[in-house]
């Protein structure tokens, strides 16, 4: 049975952009599959008491290199969005609404740019509004999916659960048993894939 490798992420989490960017091509080479884990990354942080590298000046200072630097190994579109750090809380049930209804992947293909290479507002839900009408998705349905209960705890669960599996920060992947951290640590997800 192919291994898969669980995709543990936040859209406000630059380097979970960017691990995005390259897990599909990743898992496809492998012959592997994603399982999609949103989380609430500012109630993981509070649950393991982590904080954003925002409010840390000396490492928020060396992603602003680090970030363009990897968006141009990958090829991909970068800019580094003037509202953060945003509030992901709607996003985020979002994300998890669109598993439920299986358009997962066009909603991230709307969101994760909009935020990470438009450097667009998404904790300005007009803007959000905007974004997925642009994306040919249904936003007053989408907006009303997130208010549901079943949406809420399912966030709130993801987030617990991955926090007592160890994890401290977005993106966190797993493949079995072994997790790991950052999009930068991508080659050992494809050793693991691979193994």
């Known amino acids: 049975m192919n ?34 884990i949103p989380i609430l990354l ?10 954003s590298p925002a409010h840390l000046a000396p490492k928020s200072a060396w992603m602003k290199t680090d970030l363009p630097r990897f968006a141009k190994r990958y090829g991909v579109a970068y800019k580094s969005n003037q509202y953060f750090p945003v509030n992901t809380l709607a996003l985020m049930r979002g994300a998890v609404a669109t598993i439920k209804d299986g358009n997962l992947q ?8 909009a935020m990470w290479a438009q450097s667009k507002n998404l ?3 007009g803007v959000v509004r905007d974004v997925l009408k642009d994306a040919g998705m249904d936003a007053d349905h989408l907006f009303e999916r997130i208010k549901d209960p079943e949406v809420k705890d399912k966030l709130k669960s993801n987030t617990e659960t991955v926090a007592q599996r160890g994890a401290f920060g977005a993106p966190t992947f797993f493949v079995g048993e072994e997790m790991f951290f950052g999009q930068d640590r991508l080659d050992f997800v494809i050793e693991a894939l691979d193994s």
Do not use: C, M
Not at 11 to 24: I, M, R, W
Not at 106 to 113: D, E, K, S, V
């Open 3 to 36: 291994k898969k490798v669980e995709f543990v992420f936040d859209v406000g989490s630059p380097t979970a952009y960017l691990a995005y960017t390259q897990l599909p091509s990743i898992v496809a080479h492998a012959g592997s599959q994603i399982v999609w």
């Open 42 to 51: 500012g109630g993981l942080f509070k649950i393991v008491g982590n904080q």
């Open 106 to 113: 066009q909603y991230l293909a709307a969101i994760f740019p």
């Open 123 to 125: 904790g300005d839900a």
